[in-house]
């Protein structure tokens, strides 16, 4: 199986993870939000919504995403356990769209955030295996 056909299928279970475990919030977005609270870990009443997930080597989930204002990752273990969480903020508003995993076991970050100006640009992230910040590119 390629990485391609991978991604489409975890991608796709992730979404039906996420709609399953909403279904029945559309009349209550309070109920819809502990939901994605215990998702990705939160217990401060932080909003998370997920952009993009990836497999690594060692079959450990990443996913990415964003709060109201802050960008967000998250790292599960196999049996869906969280490993840890963190949150990112480089603008007023920073949001991860993709992450990767790469060959070294550092990860890469592709999202935006926002400059002084006020606009929306485009920034790449490298972290850590744990996710502390390496270096950031506007």
């Known amino acids: 199986m390629n990485l391609l056909n991978l991604f ?5 279970y992730l979404a039906l993870l996420v709609v399953y ?26 909003q998370a919504v997920p952009a993009s997930a990836t497999v690594t080597p060692s079959n450990d989930l990443l996913v990415c995403g964003r ?9 599960f273990d196999p049996s ?9 903020r480089t603008g007023s508003l920073t949001s991860f ?25 485009v920034c790449i992230w490298k972290l850590g295996p ?3 910040v390496l270096w950031t590119k506007l």
């Open 8 to 12: 489409k299928k975890l991608s796709f």
């Open 21 to 46: 475990q909403c279904s029945f919030c559309f009349s209550a977005q309070a109920q819809c939000d502990n939901l994605y609270q215990k998702l990705w870990g939160f217990s401060n009443g932080s």
């Open 67 to 75: 709060t109201a204002s802050s960008a967000l990752l998250a790292k």
């Open 80 to 88: 869906q356990q969280l490993l840890w969480a963190k949150v990112y």
């Open 97 to 121: 769209k993709k992450i990767l995993q790469l060959s070294d076991g550092n990860l890469a970050a592709l999202g935006y955030t926002t400059v002084p100006d006020g606009r929306s640009a």
């Open 130 to 132: 744990a996710g502390n």
